[in-house]
């Protein structure tokens, strides 16, 4: 018997012969909160990553999806991303999952996501090195971790922090799309360890990817400090 | 967080690693490795904080929710008046939350905390919704003089009547007040069992004592809040449930859900629990735990119910527990006893998007004769597909559950008689009081109707003195002992009012 890590049931496993011979990870979901996670299959931007079932077809063109279709026509932001890879659709249940990490603080949700997350590295990433997206010190010591580098450290790797927040302004999910294009400075700066980037593959990780403003900034400084490509990796998209 | 200790007149004294003294000390340390520490006399001259006292008072809050700054607080514990406590704590192996009091190992993680750079901070699973409390988040807790309200004016503004039994529950009340001791109401569904408290609220608070209403629900603190506020108009009262904006620190009177009376420690000496069967058993432990804890030595504990559990009825008879019965309800007519009607294998009927014809008759009977209806169903899945079969016969009947987030508005849509038949899950089995209504259950033979949630169900009819015989059918496939039961409870009580 296990506890659904989110919802705290207890429940049955349905047994499988991959899972007698070691093969696959204990579930940590019970089957109903896992059913309400929307994996992304099929067409997918290519960009962003978002999926394109559900999406209205007049928001894409061919291969991309407007926004960022807009973003690339940017003089400011145009090619910094590669591509952006996402596991779930941003529901309300997994805004709600995301909540209870990042606001009350459930560290522990992160690992409900450590299987698929670490496929999805292995399947579109493998060596690339591994960043995870920083808080500002004041968030940092508010909320006792960054939900970031529990994803990241997911992953199994080694961890570098090139990227320092600078700007820890109102929150980010409370700004309009607009006003998050429109920032001049750049929130992100290169810390000390930004040397170690020169020359390399980077993939930023995130909780979730929203507008893709707080990734295509983390970029922009990346990039700057010498990186070759940044691509990223979130759970929600 | 993390703190440092160090020694004054060989004490050994604690403060916050911002607020360190700037000499020699052990470096700083998570709260939870902390050595023991000497908790600083009472300094009866230090002029304190009187809205930290009302915030703190008869609680135990994490530092983050206290308005004064760090500094202050530490003021207040260098003088005294603060405690600081362990959040979590180690029994013997076995971790525990000094908050909730969850000690179930699954319930209990760790994260590299930023706070206090420990590698493993451990942390409460159980009662996150409220903040995180961990090994290095103390739990703070007033030390200094107790909140008082005598100033205050208590009187009972109120000119309703009591029936002879709920006269008799009242004398039983105000008597016990000031008593350490128990005592279980046990009063049918629409026996007006709030009026009952009024005098016995009024008593103590006349006495300067705190009080305390607890119920599971939220819908419950919020239909009571208008009412105690109309009948207490003089008394300080606050109304606490997930999400109420309502910060009336150190009100006098308190309706709470039992929730949030994790938030309190030795406050209450009187605690009402609203719904006593509804808990503790059918609901999480750790919310007795809550009420026990909330309650000081000497206070007064009462129980409400219509449908008390065994063991409660069991106490009652051996005399461990005083108890007075409302058997009547305050209109004075019987409740109405449930009628068994068969109803064949409605679940098969279901797949092929049929209901069974006897439910789907008495559905169009209360349409033609206008007569609203809840319709009662085992699970949320059955409430879908009797909706989408029910909205083609009329496309104002809805449907709801306990995660409907459209559910404040559909309830309300049925008390203004928009909605003429409202299927639904036990969700709304206590509390929603709809006059001129029936009731029906549809597969009342499901494991999920208890005696007690059946005879609830049941007192959801006739609960108008204008309207007082209302239906009450069980649609079934097989009769069960809880149905039988449930009967029985019902003729009894009216046997027993002399009806």
């Known amino acids: 018997m296990n506890f659904c890590l989110y919802c705290h049931k207890a429940f049955y496993e349905p047994v499988s012969w991959s899972f007698i011979a070691g093969l696959s990870e204990a579930m940590l979901f019970c089957e109903e909160c896992s ?33 960022c279709i807009r973003w690339e026509e940017s003089k400011e932001w145009s090619g910094l991303l590669t591509k952006n890879r996402s596991l779930y659709v941003y529901n309300d249940f997994l805004k709600q999952i995301i909540s209870t990490l990042k606001y009350r603080g459930d560290a522990e949700l992160a690992q409900g996501f450590r299987a698929p997350f670490r496929k999805l590295y292995k399947k579109e990433f493998r060596g690339m090195l591994i960043v995870p997206i920083p808080l500002s010190e004041e968030r940092h010591y508010e909320r006792g971790f960054n939900q970031a580098m529990l994803l990241a450290e997911l992953l199994g790797g080694e961890l570098l922090f090139p990227l320092e927040r600078v700007i820890h ?14 920032i001049k400075e750049n929130i992100f700066q290169a810390s000390k360890e930004a040397e170690r980037i020169r020359g390399q593959s980077v993939l930023l990780i995130d909780d979730v990817y929203t507008t893709g403003a707080t990734i295509r900034q983390a970029a922009k400084v990346m990039l700057e400090s010498g990186a070759c490509e940044v691509s990223s990796m979130t759970v929600g998209r | ?37 000497d908790p600083p006399p009472l300094n009866e001259d230090f002029a304190f904080n009187p809205t930290l006292q009302a915030e703190l008072a008869g609680k135990l809050l994490l530092l983050d929710e206290l308005s004064p700054s760090l500094e202050e607080i530490q003021q207040h514990y260098n003088n005294g008046y603060i405690q600081y406590n362990k959040g979590i704590d180690d029994e013997q192996g076995n971790w525990k939350c000094n908050r909730c009091g969850n000690c179930e190992p699954h319930m209990f993680a760790s994260f590299s905390c930023y706070r206090c750079k420990e590698p493993q901070c451990v942390y409460c699973r159980n009662c996150i919704m409220m903040g995180r409390v961990s090994q290095c988040t103390p739990l703070v807790a007033w030390s200094g003089p107790d909140l008082n309200w005598e100033s205050r004016n208590s009187e009972l503004v109120w000119d309703g009547m009591l ?39 009024e008593k103590a608070l006349k006495d300067g004592q705190r009080v305390c209403i607890a119920t599971p629900r939220t819908d419950v603190v919020l239909e009571l809040i208008p009412r105690l506020r109309k009948v207490f108009p003089g008394v300080t009262l606050s109304g606490l449930y997930g999400g109420s904006k309502d910060k009336m620190d150190g009100a006098q009177l308190i309706l709470s859900t039992t929730h949030q009376l994790f938030r309190f420690r030795k406050a209450f000496d009187l605690i009402i629990v609203d719904e006593v069967d509804a808990f503790p058993f059918s609901y999480d432990k750790t919310l007795a735990h809550a009420v026990q804890q909330a309650k000081r030595e000497e206070a007064l504990m009462v129980y409400l119910s219509a449908t008390p559990d065994r063991k409660m009825k069991k106490r009652g008879e051996h005399g461990e527990l005083s108890s007075v019965k409302i058997p009547k309800r305050y209109h004075g007519f019987p409740l109405p006893v449930p009628r068994f009607l068969w109803c064949g294998h409605w679940k098969k009927l279901l797949k092929k998007n049929k209901l069974p014809q006897n439910v789907m008759s008495w559905i169009s009977h209360q349409i033609e004769r206008n007569r609203q209806g809840f319709l009662f169903v085992p699970s949320v899945r059955t409430l879908e597909q009797m909706v989408a079969i029910l909205k083609k016969v009329n496309p104002l009947i809805e449907g709801v559950h306990a995660e409907d987030p459209d559910r404040k508005e559909k309830v309300m849509r049925f008390r203004n008689g928009e909605t003429p038949i409202l299927v639904t899950t036990t969700i709304l089995e206590r509390g929603v009081t709809v006059p001129f209504t029936d009731v029906a259950v549809l597969g009342a033979e499901e494991e999920i109707f208890s005696e007690s949630a059946l005879v609830q169900i049941a007192g959801r009819a006739g609960r108008s003195k204008d309207d007082p015989a209302g239906e009450v059918l069980f649609f079934h496939y097989g009769k069960t002992n809880a149905m039988v039961q449930a009967k029985r409870h019902i003729e009894q009580m009216n046997r027993e009012a002399g009806l």
């Open chain 1, 35 to 67: 059913s309400s996670l929307e994996r992304i299959n099929g067409e997918y931007c290519e960009i962003c990553g978002r999926s394109f079932i559900l999406f209205p077809e007049q928001y894409r063109q061919k291969h991309c999806c407007t926004d």
């Open chain 1, 169 to 182: 302004e109102k929150k980010q999910s409370k700004k309009s799309r607009k006003e998050r294009m429109d």
């Open chain 2, 1 to 37: 967080m993390r703190f440092v200790s160090f020694f004054v007149d060989g004490k050994t004294r604690i403060a916050p690693e911002p607020l360190a003294p700037l000499d020699h000390h052990p470096p700083p340390a998570s709260f939870y490795n902390l050595p023991d520490f």
């Open chain 2, 163 to 201: 029936s002879p039994a709920q006269e008799r529950a009242t004398k039983k009340l105000v008597g016990k007040i000031g008593v350490r001791d128990e005592l279980l109401i046990w009063a049918v569904c629409g026996a007006g069992k709030t009026e009952v408290l009024f005098q016995g609220i």
